[in-house]
């Protein structure tokens, strides 16, 4: 049975992008990167709202031959897995293995939690946020940056109550902590 992972970098303040959209300040550096990478590895699909997506497409067509190797392995990673794309006003999508759906059905992601043998992860706060309220996601990884923003779009979804258990924490010299929790059932 595969789990539903949301992976996200937040700022302080709990928000993934500051008020003009910009997330500009949340760039991991390659010890992170690296280690984004390992947790992104064994993801075989990937769920994401279109604005999400429209920032992720770009790993497609990215030449990554002059970017440091940390670059380079995630796009790998990125271009093999499969992606589903949640969008009402896109009509395709640019990238493969990937398909286009107009609503998030949250049976059919309890179908493919059951049946696939690889973790699916969430990404983007709005369409993570129906998951959540759906009681779909299993385990919740943050990467904290030490900035505060001030405001903007929030990481976490309101009006939701969940207890999570720490499972594991890391501090790295860019001064980022991660933490992954599981959902308390």
Same mark, same amino acid.
């Given at each position: 049975?595969?789990?539903?992972?949301?992976?996200?970098?937040?700022?302080?303040?709990?928000?993934?992008?500051?008020?003009?959209?910009?997330?500009?300040?949340?760039?991991?550096?390659?010890?992170?990167?690296?280690?984004?990478?390992?947790?992104?590895?064994?993801?075989?699909?990937?769920?994401?709202?279109?604005?999400?997506?429209?920032?992720?497409?770009?790993?497609?067509?990215?030449?990554?031959?002059?970017?440091?190797?940390?670059?380079?392995?995630?796009?790998?990673?990125?271009?093999?897995?499969?992606?589903? =794309?949640?969008?009402? /006003? *896109?009509?395709?999508?640019?990238?493969? %293995?990937?398909? !286009?759906?107009? @609503?998030?059905?949250?049976?059919?992601?309890?179908?493919?939690?059951?049946?696939?043998?690889?973790?699916?992860?969430?990404?983007?706060?709005?369409?993570?946020?129906?998951?959540?309220?759906?009681?779909?996601?299993?385990?919740?990884?943050?990467?904290?940056?030490?900035?505060? =923003?001030?405001?903007? /779009? *929030?990481?976490?979804?309101?009006?939701? %109550?969940?207890? !999570?258990?720490? @499972?594991?924490?890391?501090?790295?010299?860019?001064?980022?902590?991660?933490?992954?929790?599981?959902?308390?059932?």
């Amino acid at each position: 049975m595969a789990k539903l992972v949301y992976a996200t970098i937040s700022s302080l303040d709990g928000y993934v992008a500051d008020g003009s959209g910009s997330f500009d300040w949340a760039a991991p550096d390659e010890e992170v990167h690296a280690f984004i990478n390992e947790l992104v590895r064994p993801v075989g699909t990937h769920l994401y709202g279109r604005r999400t997506y429209d920032v992720m497409v770009a790993w497609e067509t990215m030449d990554v031959g002059p970017e440091p190797a940390v670059i380079g392995d995630f796009a790998a990673i990125w271009r093999a897995a499969n992606k589903v =794309v949640y969008s009402k /006003t *896109r009509d395709s999508v640019a990238s493969a %293995r990937t398909t !286009l759906a107009r @609503e998030f059905a949250p049976d059919a992601v309890r179908r493919a939690k059951a049946s696939e043998s690889r973790d699916l992860s969430i990404g983007g706060p709005t369409l993570a946020a129906e998951a959540f309220k759906a009681g779909l996601v299993d385990e919740c990884h943050l990467f904290v940056v030490p900035m505060i =923003v001030g405001g903007g /779009t *929030r990481a976490l979804p309101d009006g939701v %109550r969940q207890r !999570l258990e720490l @499972e594991a924490e890391r501090q790295f010299a860019s001064g980022i902590i991660y933490l992954r929790y599981r959902i308390a059932r």
